[in-house]
């Protein structure tokens, strides 16, 4: 049986190898960085109009990203440009997306992904133990880091898959709250039915932040925050989405 939380989406091109270096800088700071980091930015809200119009992007609950900061933003995986439609609707809050460390191997790509606030999540213990350092120290300065607990990318994806814990250790290890940000799909009206024919068209949900609940061991307060946002996430998208998958069964909204 195929588990959903693989990475068995394949576009058809293939990354080189990747070694990080001792020193590598998760976060960068350093202001020539941070600069270039910043135009490449606004240059994305430009041009991620484009694809947002022509997959009926709509963004609900604008309002809960303002009620924290230095979150933990978990979000289904669901198409290949999800990342920048959450990003792009930070606006002034500076907000960080891990990625697989493979990525960087993609060249060009890789380096504007890495200007655009993208993060390496290292494969290498040695490495990680500097990463979930760095993490926390971001977190404190108010940015909000996004992680896919899904893992694997699945577009179109009509439910929420099972949820991986690595973003809710960071939650927990820094006793920071959790923004679950939730891509629903909808049938196409008024003018997206004449080129959306084939795919439903996509909503952005911020949804209200969820505060930690510690239990008697951090193992425990894990567990427990991971199904409960899960849960939230899974009610969310089988009440909202007009196609979502229930209990082994395909359905639509009424």
Not at 66 to 75: D, F, L, N, P, Y
Not at 197 to 210: A, D, G, S
Not at 220 to 243: G, L, N, Q, R, W
Request: proline letters at 5%; hydrophobic letters at 35%.
């Amino acid at each position: 049986m195929q588990n959903e939380n693989e990475h068995t989406y394949d576009n058809g091109f293939h990354p080189k190898e990747v070694h990080l270096k001792e020193n590598y800088k998760f976060y960068n700071q350093n202001i020539f960085f941070r600069f270039f980091s910043m135009l490449t930015k606004w240059f994305t809200r430009i041009w991620i109009i484009f694809p947002r119009i022509f997959l009926g992007i709509h963004v609900k609950g604008r309002k809960n990203k303002r009620k924290v900061k230095g979150a933990i933003m978990v979000s289904n995986h669901i198409h290949q440009l999800d990342a920048f439609f959450l990003v792009t609707t930070m606006y002034y809050r500076k907000c960080y997306v891990t990625m697989l460390e493979s990525n960087l191997g993609f060249g060009i790509v890789s380096k504007y992904m890495r200007l655009a606030a993208a993060v390496p999540i290292p494969t290498e213990r040695r490495l990680l133990r500097k990463f979930s350092e760095e993490t926390g120290e971001i977190l404190k300065k108010g940015r909000n880091v996004l992680f896919y607990p899904e893992a694997a990318l699945m577009p179109y994806c009509n439910h929420i898959r099972n949820f991986l814990p690595g973003a809710f250790h960071y939650a927990v290890a820094n006793e920071r709250p959790i923004l679950p940000c939730c891509f629903t799909f909808h049938k196409p009206k008024g003018i997206y039915k004449l080129f959306r024919r084939k795919k439903p068209v996509i909503h952005c949900n911020i949804l209200e932040p969820y505060f930690i609940q510690p239990k008697e061991t951090r193992k425990e307060t894990i567990e427990h925050a991971t199904k409960e946002v899960h849960d939230i996430m899974e009610s969310f998208f089988i009440k909202h989405s007009d196609y979502y998958y229930e209990n082994g069964n395909k359905k639509e909204s009424e």
